[in-house]
């Protein structure tokens, strides 16, 4: 015997329970097959294989009608039948588990229409007047049932209650005025327990008795307490506002229940509303204008016809609904400035700039504002966005940059929400739909300098003087804010046709290199002599910041050419140096334009022309060049005016009159043989000249040689002592011509006395005065001769 339990709401194909049944035997007699019966064997089905239990397809099972249901399953096997076929029966008893499936219901002297209640309308307040009675087939908390008196109730709304447990009716309010001659309808609900509740409704009759006459005060049904009405502004007249709603207790057929409808001011705030006295309507009695006046109290009062009349007033408050009918404006007057506002550039996508406000008058949706740039936003740098509080928000959409825009005046157009506004509309200073915004892009040291040419060629002369300019180099920083220009130079280098000389490092040159740069103009200037330095070039890498480190600097590369006048050619204009100066730059880049290859012409120096025979013309002006890489065959090639017709109108243009070398050809090479000889001969005489000094030399070196020979040593001195050895010679010195003074030599006199001077003959004094001479042989070699004088 199998046992289970089943929620009774359970519907196919919900699985009940499975049943086993085994057999022993092999082969086909041991194959098992299921089959139901018993009462409740319509309400499931089995496998007939493996045993399984299900609800039947279309069974409704109810336990309140069957808890329990009871199954026969039999197992048999041999399933193609015969006399051998064996069986078993199992009971399954299935019980049915309760789930809220059933709604309370009434009993009979509950039921609606059924019973009518009689209360006097003088009743007390708390007596009980009726008990409801319900009851629910359900189990626990399915089948618990509690009473409600479920709102609204109409005229009967809070007089009555009931006691959820009991059911018993009471009466909750004084009922005097409602009694009539009709009963009232009272709904009462009854309610399970169960999850989710069940519920049923009846209606009781209740008739309450009418005690004494017009006793009954008229009540409102609308408004209810609090309840406002409106109306659109501009409505025309008779337009319904309000349906008032009145009630009274009494008999509505006799006049004690008959009501009568008026406003308590006589029409209500200056004649604006009226009210129907029968119906209780409420309508426009002339025009109304929200933005004149928004809002209108009334008072309304319902009164019955009795005898005295009872009433009963409520206030309602009529407020006055919008319309669309005013335009939202800038709050602005013709004539005003723009608003003018500032972001700084490279502000992020989404920077707000600028919130702006137009006013309607209207209230409500009818009061939303929209905007739109319609003017001056051709760069799409900016965007405008309504705010939740009805203002409009300017943006930063795209990159900004000040070197491309300084400014941007924008047209902004205010409109209702929702509604289509032109893309593209210029201000109009008459439309107070419109106002401008100026928006400043603040500046921003974000760019560096940049050189005017990242390439400069340039040429000097070999001969120029010291701080001669060679070129000025020019950068400009797209900030307006930027400091100062500074230039430097860096890694200076010469080349020859072969070799490179490295002349400086790679810092910023001093004064004492070969070039200099002006680090605040940025003319390079020499300073030092060229003549080393001819057909080379100097590469100089020149540097330009506008900003302390780590500033990133622009660099020029800047290639100087060292060159002989010879190798240059010139431009002859008929124009003043000054007229030519002003217009030589337009004057480079035009013939460069107009020359059939690519050249950089590099003007050297502008000065009054000089003919042939070195006279000045001072109403021409002469400008060596050089066309760099080209030699002067080819510039002149290429700057044949007669060859070239866009060249030519150049020429006329600036008053070209001719192309020739920088210095002229000789007129012949005659001159130049003649040259050659004169520095021949002058070889010769320096040649003759070094052997004549040879010669002489030599000669007098033997002349020396031979005097050493016969002569000894002599020693001239100038205060001989005052007594001579004897064999002493005694001589005066020459005179001019080269006479010996005294005897000759090797003549020996007879020396005075020992102790005695030795006086020279009277016609050999002069008027100098007297020196005393001496002369000592010497056991020496005659070159070894000292001489000594002194004043006497």
């Known amino acids: 015997e199998y046992h289970t339990r089943l929620p009774e709401d359970a519907r196919f194909p919900k699985s009940v329970m499975m049943v086993k049944a085994t057999d022993e035997d092999t082969g086909v007699r041991g194959e098992v097959r299921y089959s139901l019966g018993g009462e409740g064997a319509l309400l499931f089905v089995i496998n007939d294989t493996n045993g399984e239990i299900l609800v039947a397809r279309g069974a409704q099972l109810d336990r309140e009608s069957t808890p329990v249901i009871s199954l026969e399953v039999t197992a048999h096997d041999t399933p193609q039948g015969g006399i051998t076929r064996r069986k078993t029966t199992v009971i399954v008893e299935i019980e049915l588990v309760d789930v809220n499936d059933e709604s309370p219901s009434w009993r009979e002297d509950s039921r609606g229409g059924n019973t009518v209640v009689v209360v006097a309308e003088n009743t007390r307040v708390g007596l009980p007047v009726a008990t409801l009675h319900a009851t629910d087939p359900d189990l626990g908390l399915n089948g618990l049932v509690r009473y409600q008196l479920p709102e609204p109730q109409g005229q009967l709304d809070g007089l009555f209650s009931v006691d959820g447990e009991s059911g018993v009716l009471s009466v909750k309010e004084a009922l005097n005025g409602k009694g009539r001659t009709e009963p009232y309808e009272l709904t009462v609900r009854a309610v399970d327990q169960g999850t989710p509740q069940q519920y049923s409704e009846s209606t009781l009759r209740i008739l309450i008795g009418d005690v004494s006459a017009n006793d009954g005060v008229p009540t409102f049904i609308s408004p209810a307490p609090n309840e406002g009405a409106s109306v659109l502004e501009n409505s025309k007249i008779g337009t319904a506002v309000f349906q008032v709603k009145a009630e009274d207790p009494d008999d509505p057929d006799t ?304 290639t100087i050419y060292v060159l002989r006048d010879s190798d240059l050619m010139r431009f002859v204009f008929g124009l003043t140096p000054g007229e030519v100066r002003r217009q030589l730059d337009n004057f480079r880049r035009e013939v460069e334009g107009a020359l059939p290859v690519t050249a950089s012409l590099n003007i050297y120096d502008t000065a009054y022309y000089s003919n042939a025979d070195g006279a000045i013309d001072f109403t021409t002006t002469g400008s060596c060049f050089q066309l760099e890489g080209r030699n002067l065959h080819d510039t002149k090639l290429l700057l044949d005016a007669q060859q070239n017709p866009d060249l030519d109108r150049v020429f006329n243009r600036f008053t070209v009159r001719k192309v020739e070398r920088c210095v002229p050809r000789r007129a012949s090479t005659g001159a130049d043989w003649v040259e050659v000889w004169v520095l021949v001969i002058a070889a010769f005489i320096g040649i003759g000249g070094g052997v004549s000094a040879i010669t002489v030399c030599c000669l007098y070196s033997r002349y020396r040689r031979r005097l050493d020979q016969h002569h000894r040593h002599l020693r001239l001195l100038e205060s001989p002592p005052s007594v001579l050895p004897p064999g002493s010679i005694v001589m005066l010195p020459q005179a001019a011509g080269g006479v010996p003074l005294g005897p000759p030599p090797h003549h020996h006199h007879p020396g005075p006395p020992p102790g005695h001077p030795v006086h020279p003959p009277a016609s050999m004094l002069s008027s100098e005065p007297p020196r005393t001479y001496e002369w000592q042989e010497r056991g020496l070699p005659l070159d070894n001769v000292s001489y000594r004088s002194g004043q006497r």
Not at 285 to 311: C, N, S
């Open 255 to 558: 006049p004690n229940g008959k009501i009568v409808y008026s406003f308590l001011d006589d029409g209500s705030s200056n004649g604006v509303f009226q009210i129907d006295p029968t119906t209780g309507l409420i309508s426009t009695a002339g025009l109304v204008d929200r933005e004149d006046r928004g809002q209108y109290t009334v008072v309304v009062v319902a009164q019955d016809l009795g005898r005295p009349p009872q009433l009963t007033s409520r206030l309602i408050i009529i407020n006055i609904t919008d319309t669309d009918d005013n335009p939202p404006v800038f709050a602005r007057i013709t004539g005003d400035e723009a608003l003018e506002v500032e972001v700084e550039e490279e502000a992020a996508v989404g920077t707000v700039v600028a919130h702006i406000s137009a006013q309607d008058i209207d209230s409500g949706d009818n009061a939303l504002i929209d905007y739109r740039i319609t003017y001056g936003n051709d760069a799409g740098l900016f965007s405008i966005n309504r705010t939740s509080d009805n203002r409009g928000m300017i943006h930063v959409k795209s990159r900004i940059d000040r070197e491309e825009v300084d400014s941007v005046t924008l047209t902004v157009l205010c409109g209702k929400l929702g509604r289509r506004m032109p893309t593209r509309m210029e201000y109009d200073p008459a439309n107070p739909a419109m106002m401008q915004v100026v928006v400043r892009v603040g500046d921003l040291d974000d760019n560096k300098p940049t050189f005017e040419r990242a390439e400069v060629t340039a040429g000097v002369r070999v001969d120029a003087a010291l701080q001669t300019e060679v070129v000025r180099l020019k950068a400009f920083d797209k900030d307006p804010t930027a400091q100062t220009i500074r230039y430097a130079m860096h890694n200076i280098s010469f080349s020859h046709f072969e070799d490179t000389v490295e002349l400086l490092p790679d810092e910023e040159v001093n004064a004492e290199g070969t070039l200099l740069l002006e680090s605040t103009t940025g003319t390079l200037r020499t300073n030092a002599p060229l003549t080393r330095y001819a057909h080379g070039t100097f590469t100089v890498y020149v540097t330009a910041t506008s900003a302390p480190p780590p500033a990133t600097p622009a660099v020029a590369k800047v």
